[in-house]
């Protein structure tokens, strides 16, 4: 069975890091890309990072570029999420997700999620 | 950056058909997937490739894509299908990138 448990969240000031972690199992992590997708309360999902299984590929979404950091290490199968200079706007639950990728149709889904842990920048 | 445009609500009474829509500029020529999350809960995928259900996902569940619009169809709506569903491509354009549609809130009268 596949499982995804995310880690590290929390209450953190503004300007502050925080550093988010997914452990996961059920799977050969080593051949899937994963990904981080948050959730603002009230409002709709928002992909946020990927990476591709042997870190040769890495994407972040414009709103996080600069500050925050994916990375993966397969020999303990776990994701990451550096966030640095947090803001108030990057509140939210992060999720870790699995990644299926196609490359050459461009398909590229997310199969499994975990439960999310909440992020909350606040002074 | 891509935008996929979802109706903020759609409303349906059991055993009827739900159509939720999915917008973007030439969607035809993507692959969409739909996510079904449930309050409290993780998103879950219930359509992925435009068309093809993971397992463990009822038939009742079914997706096209066209032109500038992709549909999620719920066939014979139950009350456990009020949710939140939101579509996704990826945008390959530029930078690559993961992109959500706004989500769609189904009501089951």
């Known amino acids: 069975e596949v499982q995804l448990v995310e880690s590290g969240g929390g209450l953190v000031k503004p300007g502050g890091s925080l550093r988010l972690s997914c452990a996961a199992s059920?799977?050969?992590?080593?051949?899937?890309?994963m990904n981080w997708v948050r959730q603002a309360p009230g409002k709709g999902l928002e992909w946020v990072s990927s990476i591709s299984s042997s870190s040769s590929y890495i994407y972040y979404a414009d709103s996080v570029k600069g500050r925050f950091t994916i990375s993966r290490d397969n020999a303990k199968n776990s994701l990451y999420l550096q966030m640095n200079s947090l803001r108030a706007e990057d509140t939210a639950v992060y999720y870790c997700?699995?990644?299926?990728?196609?490359?050459?149709?461009?398909?590229?889904?997310?199969?499994?999620w975990g439960q999310g842990t909440l992020v909350t920048v606040s002074s | 950056s891509y935008v996929l445009t979802q109706p903020p609500s759609v409303s349906v009474a059991p055993g009827q058909t739900a159509r939720i829509t999915c917008g973007g500029n030439n969607i035809g020529s993507k692959s969409v997937h739909w996510y079904q999350q449930k309050p409290g809960q993780a998103p879950v995928l219930v359509v992925y490739?435009?068309?093809d259900r993971p397992s463990g996902i009822p038939e009742r569940f079914s997706g096209s894509n066209s032109g500038n619009t992709a549909t999620l169809t719920i066939s014979r709506v139950e009350a456990g299908d009020e949710a939140d569903y939101y579509c996704?491509?990826?945008?390959?354009?530029?930078?690559?990138?993961?992109?959500f549609g706004g989500g769609t809130k189904l009501t089951v009268l």
């Open positions: 996704q491509v990826w945008d390959s354009s530029s930078d690559h990138s993961g992109v």
């Open positions: 490739d435009d068309s």
């Open positions: 997700a699995r990644g299926v990728v196609v490359v050459p149709a461009a398909l590229y889904y997310f199969d499994y």
């Open positions: 059920g799977f050969t992590f080593s051949s899937y890309s």
